[in-house]
């Protein structure tokens, strides 16, 4: 179910945020069986609000194998030529999507059509 890692959205980090025991178990699961997780700089843009109440949050993103992934130049043309072949207009969505299709990971994600309207041979974790 996980393959490679995991790939999350924003409602995975808040989720994670809220104390959601089944997508904390996926993850350590993920992390504990030495499989990636990656977010990417959208998402945390999307789920990020700081102070106190982000604890758990940033906890979990400061763990080892976690890790941001970059927005460098030739991943931005890449998700400008899905935008351009879907007609998928949420650059994070399909940041989401191509991570995981590059690396193999599972996508979890608390909107699953956003991410199979990008790529729809992706497995999806809904939360």
Not at 47 to 54: H, I, S, Y
Not at 88 to 106: C, I, N, P
């Amino acid at each position: 179910m996980i393959e490679q890692g995991l790939t999350l959205d924003a409602g995975a980090l808040i989720a994670v945020e809220r104390g959601d025991r089944r997508v904390r178990q996926l993850i350590e699961y993920a992390l504990g069986d030495g499989r990636a997780v990656h977010v990417v700089p959208g998402v945390l843009a999307q789920a990020w609000r700081g102070g106190p109440r982000q604890a758990k949050l940033a906890a979990m993103l400061s763990r080892e194998g976690i890790s941001l992934r970059c927005l460098g130049p030739d991943t931005a043309k890449l998700l400008g030529a899905v935008i351009g072949a879907t007609g998928h207009s949420d650059v994070t969505d399909v940041h989401v999507a191509v991570d995981a299709r590059r690396h193999r990971h599972a996508v979890m994600t608390s909107d699953p059509d956003d991410i199979r309207a990008v790529d729809p041979a992706l497995t999806i974790i809904t939360v």
